[in-house]
């Protein structure tokens, strides 16, 4: 019986494992295709044709053409550079800059723990959409600054998460012990707390590139994200709003890039978090 | 038996006189005291909002006035023809006593929605406070005295005003009843088909017919004027019939329309897409910039795809079908000379990336304008393209905060907008808003000592002729210093649903909501 339920478990180890290569091996794709945009598109993605314009999808260009005649394929392609390296480059930096501040909060305390949590209660009292919005709107338009604006709001989360990790490993032996050992404060937080709390952050972060992939698209598509002639996924959305009803390639288009691409994040973060089974990390801890 | 007889005859009369007495006049004009359904009409506009300078219908505020004279709630004592000829209507005449005096009668029969007789009086207390508040009225007027007595109302001039009888049909000059004030919310009493009965600024108005309204009762009784700013919105209003019209329909959406559930109402209008250039800017300072751009910009591409045909490429300022529109030579599309007149000036790509460079600098345009008009990102984006074929890097800038910007002379190159150059059906109005030192939207400091002379002799030329030829060299020597590039005219269309009659687009704009206005259900 016993040797039954073992090898159950065993067959659902591996159908996880194949899973998780499986979705791994989609984002890694998507990546690649990213990085190398620019030798994957068929036309120039900027270059205008107007008698092409609105051409449906088909022919010479498989994906049709928006209303300036550009190939929207060409243009998808290369909107994947724009839209998935701002939303990992966005992701990196407030995972790194709250998992800091998180970490220095739980482990030193005092005036610097209350002051950053506070400014962490400001942001998180906001909604975060709108409040990126408003320093969207202040900063101008551009990648850079929407990336910024969602920054704004989005370290607070990782700050919180890192810090109460933080606290909950201080109380454990083996910090004791490693203290005891002539441990400093640096190399306590190097080698025993960072990479105990990289389980759970990564997951956070990971979950959170497609978060903020649909959050940079939302600023594009109101006009707060990239500008003219960038492609982007949001912006491009937003230019075929108008043609939603006669000419829907031109929206649908970057609507399913988004759309497969953020599910694909999604569902790497979810077999990410099963495999580093952060639930029983925690319960281990 | 005799007895009941009578009772029988009383029963058949009472049966006679019932279904009549439906028929009494107050009761049938009040759909409420006859219980009939009132006759409602919902209209959809884009351009009723804070971001257009219509805030309400106060003629006297901004450009509201386009809100009251559109919304039939105020009038003006004269008016353009659908030839754009100015023909009486608040006012039955005018005599030119001299060239400073003007003697205006005015109808017997007009009363404000106030219950106020339309008299001389009213006018001239109505124009009084239009002139006290209103700069560019004050400028275009130039009243010096005005004169009250019965119907006739006399205005003297500080200057010889050829145009005064179109400046007095622009939507400033609605008549309304001062005496009844203007409302906090901004509504008014005029002497229009509808009375503006509440108002929340960027949602909605309400309007209700005049009953005494001196061209007939109107067969309306409410009317909505919903505020909907999104072209998407505005389609989706009208396909779900939230709306019965829809005015500023995106031309994407037209073929959603082109069927018999509704019907278009289109028309050519003075409307241009123009490009303004700031002289304050070194970049624009150079004549070779300025023609490069002028020559490099594909305006039939741009009328024929982006607007899906419904413009026209602009010569000039004006319609060529104005008597004042046509004769002028703008520069033509060529790319290559664009190319070339900036090698000769300097302006060379010596590092291979695409732009070109002089004194280190690379030419880089910062590119004004703004998205409520919704052709203007796509002539923005259009243009970026084909300035980016001959070395010319643009940024956009598209904004509603476009005032902020136009006030910093520093923050931009070229600003691209849209206006109607002839409202008041004389070509007077867009020199003397636009392009003259004194202008008040001469954004880019353009001057040409040679144009103020002309705009003088134009100020004083009552001749239509001479008017007219005065016109053609004035857009001439804009467009030979390349300070203004026309790139298009505007075909304006309303679109209403099926059984909506009577809502007809005007080549000036103004006129929308009428006492023809009819509506059946559909």
């Not at chain 1, 939603?244 to 000419?247: A, G, I, L």
């Given at each position: 019986m016993r040797g039954k339920m073992d090898k159950i478990l065993q067959k659902r180890k591996t159908v996880k494992e194949i899973y998780f290569i499986a979705i791994l091996a989609l984002a890694i794709l998507v990546l690649l295709g990213a990085a190398f945009a620019q030798y994957l598109?068929?036309?120039?993605?900027?270059a205008q044709d107007l008698a092409l314009a609105?051409?449906?999808?088909?022919?010479?260009?498989l994906l049709g053409t928006d209303r300036y005649g550009r190939d929207m394929l060409s243009r998808i392609i290369v909107g994947a550079k724009v839209s998935v390296f701002s939303a990992l480059t966005l992701v990196a930096a407030v995972c790194a800059v709250g998992t800091a501040l998180g970490v220095l909060c739980g482990f030193c305390g005092g005036w610097l723990d209350e002051a950053v949590m506070r400014l962490c209660d400001m942001c998180l009292a906001f909604p975060g959409l709108v409040l990126a919005l408003a320093v969207a709107a202040l900063l101008g338009g551009g990648i850079e600054n929407a990336a910024i604006a969602l920054g704004v709001v989005s370290w607070p989360k990782y700050a919180r998460l890192a810090r109460g990790q933080t606290m909950t490993l201080k109380q454990e032996d083996f910090i004791a012990a490693a203290r005891l050992a002539g441990d400093s404060a640096g190399q306590l937080i190097r080698r025993h707390i960072l990479p105990n709390l990289a389980g759970p952050v990564l997951v956070m972060a990971a979950l959170d590139i497609g978060t903020m992939m649909m959050e940079l698209a939302g600023l594009s598509f109101l006009g707060l994200g990239a500008l003219p002639p960038t492609a982007e996924w949001g912006s491009m959305m937003s230019d075929g709003r108008t043609l939603?009803?006669?000419?829907p390639w031109v929206m649908l288009g970057p609507g399913a890039a988004i759309f497969l691409t953020v599910a694909v994040f999604n569902l790497l973060a979810d077999a990410l978090r099963d495999r580093l089974d952060i639930r029983s990390m925690g319960n281990e801890m | 038996m005799f007895k009941y007889r009578r009772g029988i005859l009383a029963l058949i009369l009472a049966l006679c006189i019932l279904p009549l007495s439906g028929c009494g006049g107050d009761a049938s004009a009040d759909p409420e005291q006859s219980g009939q359904e009132p006759v409602t009409f919902t209209l959809g506009d884009v351009s009723f909002s804070a971001e257009h300078?219509?805030?309400?219908?106060?003629?006297?505020?901004?450009?509201s006035g386009w809100a009251c004279i559109r919304y039939g709630v105020g009038e003006t004592l004269f008016r353009y023809s659908d030839t754009m000829e100015i023909q009486p209507w608040l006012a039955t005449g005018y005599t030119l006593?001299?060239?400073l005096t003007w003697e205006i009668t005015l109808r017997q029969d007009v009363r404000f929605t106030s219950g106020r007789a339309l008299d001389a009086q009213a006018v001239k207390e109505c124009l009084e406070h239009l002139v006290e508040v209103h700069d560019r009225a004050r400028g275009d007027l130039m009243i010096d005295t005005m004169e009250a007595e019965g119907q006739t109302l006399t205005i003297r001039t500080t200057q010889p005003r050829p145009a005064l009888l179109n400046y007095l049909s622009d939507?400033?000059?609605?008549?309304?009843?001062m005496a009844w004030g203007i409302s906090e919310e901004g509504i008014v009493s005029g002497t229009g088909p509808y009375q503006a009965v509440s108002l929340v600024t960027g949602q909605e108005l309400h309007l209700v017919k005049n009953k005494d309204y001196w061209g007939g009762e109107?067969?309306?009784?409410e009317i909505t004027v919903l505020t909907i700013s999104d072209g998407n919105t505005l389609t989706m209003a009208l396909q779900s019939g939230q709306i019965d019209a829809a005015y500023g329909?995106?031309?994407?959406?037209?073929p959603l329309f082109e069927n018999e559930g509704y019907t278009f109402s289109s028309t050519p209008t003075s409307r241009a897409f123009f490009l303004c250039m700031n002289f304050e800017s070194p970049l624009t300072q150079d004549p070779a910039v300025r023609q490069a751009i002028a020559t490099a910009i594909d305006k039939e591409g741009f009328v024929n795809t982006l607007l899906e045909g419904n413009g026209y490429v602009a010569?000039?300022?004006?319609?060529?079908?104005?008597?004042?529109?046509?004769g002028v030579t703008p520069q033509a599309y060529d790319p290559q000379g664009a190319r070339e007149v900036l090698e000769a000036a300097?302006?060379?790509?010596?590092?291979?990336?695409g732009i070109r460079e002089k004194d280190g600098k690379n030419l880089v345009i910062r590119w004004l304008t703004y998205?409520?008009?919704?052709?203007l990102p796509l002539l923005a984006e259009s243009a970026q393209a084909a300035l980016g074929e001959i070395g010319i890097d643009v940024e956009i800038?598209?904004?509603?905060?476009c005032s902020s910007y136009l006030s910093?002379?520093?923050?931009?190159?070229v600003y691209a907008s849209a206006m109607i150059t002839a409202p008041t059906g004389d070509p007077e109005y867009f020199f003397a808003s636009?392009?003259?030192?004194?202008?008040?939207?001469?954004h880019g400091g353009y001057h040409s000592d040679r144009l103020e002379q002309l705009a003088q002799e134009m100020a004083a030329a009552f001749e239509s002729g001479e008017r007219s030829r005065l016109a053609v060299e004035m857009q001439q020597i804009l467009l030979e210093d390349n300070a203004y590039v026309f790139c298009s005219h505007l075909r304006m269309s309303m679109i209403s649903r099926?059984?909506?009659?009577?809502l007809t687009a005007h080549p000036c704009d103004?006129?929308?909501?009428?006492?023809d206005l009819r509506v059946e259900e559909p």
């Open positions: 598109c068929p036309y120039d993605p900027n609105l051409q449906p999808p088909g022919g010479e260009h939603f009803q006669t000419k | 300078d219509e805030t309400d219908v106060n003629p006297h505020r901004g450009y006593i001299d060239p939507p400033y000059g609605c008549i309304i009843d109107p067969q309306v009784d329909m995106p031309y994407a959406s037209y010569s000039g300022a004006f319609p060529e079908e104005f008597s004042f529109g046509g300097g302006w060379v790509d010596s590092d291979g990336d998205p409520s008009r919704q052709e800038n598209s904004t509603a905060d910093d002379p520093g923050s931009w190159d636009c392009c003259l030192d004194s202008s008040v939207a001469n099926a059984g909506v009659t009577g103004f006129y929308e909501l009428t006492a």
